[in-house]
Every structure is written in C-alpha cells, then in structure tokens.
C-alpha cells in the first residue's frame, strides 16, 4: 500500500494503472476511519481492480461554528484499517495541496440542498461537491463509492456527476451499525457514556418508522411527527429535522409513495448525530 500526500504523485500511480488497463475505485473520507468506511472498501475491492481511499478533513464543508479543530484524526490507526482492506493507495493531501492560495472556483447545486442538512449547514454541500470533484478529477475513477448514512449527500454527489456528466458510477453503500443499533460514525468518539446510552434514540426512532411504514402509514406528516414524539422522550436529545423527502429531489413530500427517505439530524448533548431509511410503500 502506498500512501502520496501531492496530486502529483497520485497522477503518476493512476495513469500507470490506466496504462494496464486496471479500473479504479474510489473511498472519499475525512479520515478516522471505522467498520463503515470499512465496508465501502470492501465493496471497492470486490468491483474495481485498484482501491484508493483519500483521507481529507475539507475545511470548506465545516460552518464556523462546527467541528472542524476537534474533528478526529489518526493518521495511523487508518492506515491500519486501510491495510487490512487490501487498499492500494492512500492519498491524504495537506489543506494547502487541495486548496491552493487564491483558490476561488467552486461547484455548487442550487436543488437538493435545500432541506435536511443543508437547512442548518449552509455552505456544507458546496464544500462536499467541491471537494468530491477535485477528487474525481485527480483520482480519475470509474467507481467511487458512498455511505448511505449521509443519504443527501449520496444523493447530492449522484445528481452533480450526472449533471456535469463526470464519468463515474456512484454507488451507495448501506448503513453499518453498532451492535445496538447505533449508526457507525466517526463523531460518536465526541459521546460521553451517558450521552451514548441516549444516542440509541436515533436507531429507535429509526426503527419506529419503518415498521410504522411496515404497518400502512402512508401519511408523512404523522408519521414525522410520531417519531418526533419518540425523540422528544430523550432528555438529552434535541432535534434539529426529522423529514420525510424525495429520494430524487430531496424535497418533502405529504404522502409515503415509492420510495421516501426519512431521514434525521439529532443533538445529543453537543454532538450532531444524523441517521435514515428509505420507507417503501
Ligand atoms: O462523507 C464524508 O466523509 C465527506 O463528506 C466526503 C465525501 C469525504 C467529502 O469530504
């Protein structure tokens, strides 16, 4: 496994590869990598001749008030994981690498950022669909590959590659959880054990609705807000959305039809959380 910290040297490794003729995966991460990045590799492996994995925490997708300073970072532990993958390359790239000085060109969506996360973090999706082209257009990939857990995003990426026809297959990975039920998250390191007794409130909610779909609710406000009802039970809990949107256009919907994604952003204590399933009805 190799590891390259410049554009350049991660040019050089993929134009070799595409020399022989191997196809390409990419894991795009901010590092502090864990089961569920781990199943995006997986997947990476199975379908593409050569894996590489870029770790980069992205300054602009953090509002000013976020977590970017004290997001997790250990460089080690993830090339370990990486290792144990079976990845060919680990490209981590300074701030300075990615963002050169005078750097002022970004892509940005006007749709599906509207709603959900992209209420409360502003600016987040233009960082993401930054980044994520710079990677593509570096990495070159034919696959790249993306959690579930961050559903707008996944929809996001789709709808920016075909948009700006990006030669490359997006595929959605799904969620990997804790034994008990708790979404696979590198912010679940910020939990203290009291706040992570209560997190479990977002796979319970989770679970709620799905069989509340099972059972025929068809009605997306009811439902919405019979899972508020349940999160309102946690103390430590604060809701920032519970939302029943388009799968395509991430825009809410009065009725479950097809397929839906109700998805959450919730705070425990100082931590945001963020869980999600596709109601099919
Ligand atoms: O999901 C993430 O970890 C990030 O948003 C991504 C896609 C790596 C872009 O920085």
């Not at 997306?220 to 039970?233: D, G, S, T, Y």
Request: glycine share 6%; aromatic share 6%.
């Amino acid at each position: 496994m190799e590891t390259a910290a410049t554009i350049k040297e991660v040019r050089a490794q993929i134009k070799e590869w595409k020399r022989q003729g191997l196809s390409i995966g990419l894991v795009p991460t901010m590092g502090y990598l864990h089961e569920g990045h781990g199943s995006l590799m997986k997947r990476a492996r199975e379908e593409c001749d050569r894996v590489v994995v870029s770790i980069f925490v992205n300054p602009l997708q953090f509002g000013i008030n976020e977590d970017f300073d004290r997001y997790p970072r250990d460089l080690q532990a993830d090339a370990v994981l990486c290792r144990a993958e079976g990845v060919d390359l680990i490209f981590h790239p300074e701030a300075e690498e990615m963002y050169q000085e005078g750097f002022c060109s970004f892509v940005d969506m006007d749709g599906l950022t509207g709603e959900l996360c992209g209420k409360s973090r502003p600016n987040h999706f233009r960082g993401v669909c930054t980044v994520v082209s710079k990677l593509f257009h570096i990495v070159t990939p034919d696959k790249a590959f993306f959690g579930q857990k961050d559903a707008q995003q996944l929809a996001v990426i789709r709808r920016m590659a075909r948009d700006l026809d990006m030669d490359v297959e997006i595929v959605g990975c799904p969620i990997i959880r804790e034994e008990d039920g708790l979404a696979k998250s590198s912010r679940n390191t910020y939990l203290n054990p009291e706040e992570r007794r209560a997190a479990l409130i977002l796979s319970q909610t989770i679970r709620l609705g799905r069989q509340m779909v099972e059972e025929g609710m068809t009605d997306a406000k009811a439902l919405v807000a019979a899972m508020k009802e349940n999160i309102a039970r946690e103390p430590l809990a604060k809701i920032d959305y519970v939302e029943a949107v388009s799968m395509d256009t991430i825009e809410k919907v009065d009725r479950i039809e097809g397929a839906v994604l109700v998805a959450m952003a919730v705070y425990i204590g100082k931590t945001r959380l963020i869980d999600n399933f596709i109601a099919q009805a």
